[in-house]
């Protein structure tokens, strides 16, 4: 099976706000969605994944800040990506959300040397 990287993406701004403005209830319920959607997912996850916080940049320069929208990741397995894709269908709980998209990204094996 391949692997696939999936990188949860949402204006970073307007994800600060929903967070901000929602209420206990609502951060209840959406926690138990995405503890419903993994749990029905499991054997598809190869790693869970977690939130993900604030971007640093490394050039030959240097190190600076960096914006991003990238809010998460996911490591899932599948035989090819559009059974990986399929992983993420219109119930997974992270696309309910205005402007909110997931980028796969297939994970290559390194050439043996």
Not at 19 to 36: D, F, I, V
Not at 70 to 83: H, K, L, N, R
């Amino acid at each position: 099976m391949k692997k696939f990287l999936a990188l949860y993406m949402a204006d970073t701004a307007q994800m600060a706000d929903m967070m901000k403005n929602s209420t206990p209830e609502q951060r209840k319920k959406g926690s138990e969605a995405w503890m419903k959607w993994m749990d029905n997912n499991k054997a598809s996850l190869a790693d869970r994944g977690a939130p993900v916080g604030k971007t640093k940049r490394i050039d030959a320069k240097g190190t600076k800040d960096a914006k991003n929208d990238v809010c998460g990741y996911s490591i899932v397995q599948a035989e090819s990506a559009d059974d990986a894709a399929r992983i993420f269908g219109k119930d997974q709980p992270f696309l309910q959300m205005p402007g909110a998209t997931i980028d796969m990204i297939e994970i290559l094996e390194m050439p043996a040397s």
